[in-house]
């Protein structure tokens, strides 16, 4: 088991570097991959299960502890990143299709992976974890909303099968993770250090299909796909920070909000557009994966090398 937490913690460690690697491999021959497709909403599904199973009652125990910043920081997550995705849509010489790709990556909930990012960057994790809950749990019910308000004009949108879509290949699963992490917690500790590799293995899994399977579309968008990811996630991180700043809240809660607010679930934007649109709907997810782990290794690693009890504004922010 030591080995296998050992090999767990690399691979998240190198992930967005591998997750490159197996797409620039798919990319060079997506036809071994085509045949992928299918398994992206089973790939997405194991790995909600798995982060319903390192939940614990006591990560929503926040909520009663700082109801304003968890309040904040959700309807950040659903207001700031819809409205970017919105505007870069807009504005920018998108395909319908891509598009729309952009506006389901801003109406997910919180990616996986901020948590991690959180915690390296000396944030406010339980803050993290109850937003990264909330997010996902409220996700049936406003990712469809939002995305029918937002890409309607696009391409046509049906609300109810994105519903039922989310419901299937994330509400469940996490539901049941949290159950199983409830109920057999002595059996769940003795996998819950491969789940981060298990996260990797399905989200490289799921790039890579959604690579081979819009190859074309990409090489001959990508440059302006990666314009709009990286807008994306940079002003989202910005503008997320902001917000709680402009909130009053303190240091810890303003990274955790930033970094909540900058990392989608990507991989949930590339099954629904898998699923419910085109292939190519899913390309701006399957960029966004790798760049906001980049970013967020970035981004937590300046800083962790800046104590929160040496930032000036601390000492004035309210608890």
């Known amino acids: 088991?030591?080995?296998?937490?050992?090999?767990?913690?690399?691979?998240?460690?190198?992930?967005?570097?591998?997750?490159?690697?197996?797409?620039?491999?798919?990319?060079?021959?997506?036809?071994?991959?085509?045949?992928?497709?299918?398994?992206v909403p089973w790939l997405l599904a194991l790995i909600m299960l798995g982060m319903g199973l390192t939940l614990r009652p006591v990560d929503f125990a926040y909520v009663a502890r700082r109801p304003v910043a968890f309040v904040i920081g959700v309807v950040a997550q659903f207001v700031i990143m819809p409205g970017l995705g919105w505007l870069l849509a807009t504005a920018l010489p998108l395909s319908p299709e891509l598009a729309v790709g952009v506006i389901l990556v801003a109406c997910a909930p919180g990616g996986t992976a901020s948590n991690v990012m959180v915690f390296l960057a000396k944030g406010d994790t339980a803050l993290s974890v109850a937003m990264t809950s909330a997010s996902t749990l409220l996700a049936p019910l406003v990712t469809p909303m939002l995305v029918l308000l937002l890409a309607g004009r696009f391409l046509p949108v049906q609300p109810g099968a994105l519903f039922l879509s989310i419901v299937q290949i994330v509400l469940v699963p996490v539901v049941l993770g949290f159950l199983l992490r409830r109920f057999a917690e002595r059996q769940v500790e003795k996998v819950v250090p491969?789940?981060?590799?298990?996260?990797?293995?399905?989200?490289?899994?799921?790039?890579?299909?959604?690579?081979?399977?819009?190859?074309?579309?990409?090489?001959?968008?990508?440059?302006?796909?990666?314009?709009?990811?990286?807008?994306?996630?940079?002003?989202?991180?910005?503008?997320?920070?902001?917000?709680?700043?402009?909130?009053?809240?303190?240091?810890?809660?303003?990274?955790?909000?930033?970094?909540?607010?900058?990392?989608?679930n990507s991989g949930l934007s590339a099954s629904l557009a898998t699923t419910h649109f085109n292939p190519v709907a899913a390309l701006p997810a399957a960029v966004f994966s790798v760049w906001h782990n980049v970013s967020g290794s970035i981004l937590a690693g300046y800083w962790a090398r800046r104590p929160v009890a040496a930032t000036r504004d601390r000492a004035h922010s309210r608890p």
């Open 1 to 39: 088991m030591r080995r296998l937490q050992q090999v767990s913690e690399l691979a998240g460690r190198w992930f967005p570097l591998v997750v490159i690697v197996a797409g620039a491999i798919a990319l060079a021959v997506p036809g071994a991959f085509r045949g992928w497709s299918a398994a």
């Open 194 to 264: 491969a789940l981060p590799l298990v996260s990797v293995v399905g989200i490289t899994a799921v790039v890579m299909a959604v690579v081979a399977g819009s190859a074309s579309a990409l090489l001959a968008s990508g440059l302006v796909i990666g314009v709009a990811v990286v807008l994306h996630n940079v002003l989202g991180l910005g503008l997320g920070y902001l917000a709680a700043r402009l909130a009053g809240l303190d240091e810890t809660a303003r990274r955790a909000i930033s970094i909540e607010v900058g990392m989608q």
